[in-house]
Nanobody, 121 residues
């Protein structure tokens, strides 16, 4: 089984920064995708940033130039550096990964538990 453990959410003032991290652990053969989604109250969950194996990093238009996704392959971890935060960035942020399990080579999609980011003065 594969688990995603998230950290780094919290309360920040507008214009501030936060860094989220997401570590995948368990029976992992390969990781095809890792990224972050967010869901604000009353809204659908949306992709913030994500990277496919060997591919470019994709960002939502709303965060381009402010958020940076990076990946540490050795640690099976992705980081989301969020700068110039705005109140509209307030949401629960969820890590997502698409993984082939080591034992079965089965393709599974895994979600983290979510971490709350609140941007408010």
């Amino acid at each position: 089984q594969v688990q995603l453990v998230e950290s780094g959410g919290g309360l920040v003032q507008p214009g501030g920064s936060l860094r989220l991290s997401c570590a995948a652990s368990g029976s992992i053969f390969s990781i095809h995708f890792m990224g972050w989604y967010r869901q604000a109250p009353g809204n659908q969950r949306e992709l913030v940033a994500g990277i496919r194996s060997g591919g470019p990093i994709n960002y939502a238009d709303a965060v381009k130039g402010r958020f940076t996704l990076s990946r540490d392959n050795a640690k099976n971890t992705v980081y989301l550096q969020m700068n110039s935060l705005k109140p509209e960035d307030t949401a629960v942020y969820y890590c997502n990964a698409a993984i082939s399990e080591a034992a079965t080579r089965q393709y599974v999609e895994v979600w983290g538990q979510g971490t709350l980011v609140t941007v408010s003065s």
